[in-house]
């Protein structure tokens, strides 16, 4: 690590900081809100495109993996380029991904777009979150988390009610439709208010470490589906164990590949040139912080793709019907997201966490025992107290996670955080949707016809997702208050 004293953050008027927050917050949210927006029009995907289950979750799945592949890249843009010429191109990116989307005659293009789309928001969201830590003095942090959760966690629980109010009366198309003006009005404003808080630098970008990264990344995803729906396939031993066999090969590959990914930033860290600084995993806080992150991110994704799934398949209900019981939920994390954060900065992460990873635990489990017949009211209770243990646990996690870091490896960390974050949604989008396809029961009749139940394949997804919240619920005891360190203190001290 370089000795040099790192530079100390540009400071804004506080009404300029506000400003400059409040534009990037709307933006990250409008994009976010496009990882799930599409998870109740899933079934009409697959009959208009003519796609089954494994392969229509790559609608998100695809989104969220292609986050996670470009985000490590924003430390290289946030030092090259201005704060706005960064804006503009996630914008930007993300409104042609839009258009094309609506214009979409097949899958294939579909999915184009969505990477496109993808591009865009992996951009965003390590900028608001170096920015907050540039501008925000760390005593005030948790309250600025707290509405950064909101764009965490509201805006994917938000998407599938908005695209099940839409679908209700248009086409799946038309989600993207309702959403490009609102885009091309968010960047408007962003380029007329953003002002530049980036710290220019010399850094280049690796080639290397970013072929490593999306086959490293892209390969652990499709191993985790591939494998997941192998029971789909039983029906012929021989399939499925040719399944099985190449879903475990992508796997162990993607292993290997992001084994020397981390090989490679080990080797540049020495240049004090990394694609992606791993010493941020030397500071026990953030460590923590980011493996319950990413648990809480695979319940939390694999829950909204599943539910809704479940809903209209296992129960027969409309889009409108499907997003109106996800509503509550939703609304009610981004009633608590500043709460929390208030709370936080009062009394530190594990009182808000463990109680959080609790509920979560339970709400799982809860969802594991649905049936065809479970009263409509009992499965929105569900949804709204899974959505105030996320809340309990978002927060928290982010804030604690960030706080110990020196400036200097503020992008590297809040990059570090965002690409852990969308790889393990995507993986468990993949991996309890490939376990509800499993476990899903196709009964033949005596006239030749066939009957799906989906409801044992819901119980499997869910028991899946309950270990993985237990396993968060351990980690959460482990969180602590973080008391910041010197460097820490420098860069508070500017902020103020």
Known sequence: MSSAAPAEPR??????????????LVAAFVVILNETVLN?????IMGDLHVDAATVQWVTTSFMLTMAVVIPTTGFLLQRFSTRAVF?????SFAAGTLLAALSP????????????????AIMLPLLMTTILMLVPQQRRGVVMGNVSIVISVAPALGPTLSGLILAHFPWRTVFWFVLPIVLLALVIGLLRLRDVSERGSLTLDLLSVV????GFGSLVQGLSVVGAAGSHAGAESGWLSTTAGGATVLALGVVLVALFVWRQIRLQRKDQPFLDLRTFRHRDFTVSVAVLALGMMALFGGVIVLPLYLQTGRGLDTLQTGLILLPGGLIMGLLGPLVGRLFDAFGPRPLAVPGAALLTLV?????RLQSDTPVWWIVTLQISMSVGLALIFTPAFTS???PLPPQLYSHGSATLSTLQQVAGGAG???LVGVLQAGTVIHRQADGTTVTDSIPGVHAAFVTATVIAAIALVLTCFMRRSTPTELTRVGDDAAR
């Not at 400071?11 to 990037?24: E, K, N, R, S």
């Not at 503009?88 to 930007?92: E, K, R, T």
């Not at 490593?212 to 086959?215: E, G, R, T």
């Open 364 to 368: 799982m489990f809860g969802f594991s």
């Open 88 to 92: 503009a191109l996630a914008m930007g």
């Open 401 to 403: 996670g960030l706080n």
């Open 40 to 44: 109740v029009a899933l079934p009409h």
């Open 212 to 215: 490593l990264s999306v086959l």
């Open 106 to 121: 097949s899958f294939g293009v579909l999915i184009a777009a969505r990477v496109i789309q993808a591009f865009g928001s």
């Open 11 to 24: 400071t804004l008027a506080p009404q300029g900081t506000t400003g400059t927050i409040a534009v990037l």
């Open 429 to 431: 989008t993949a991996l």
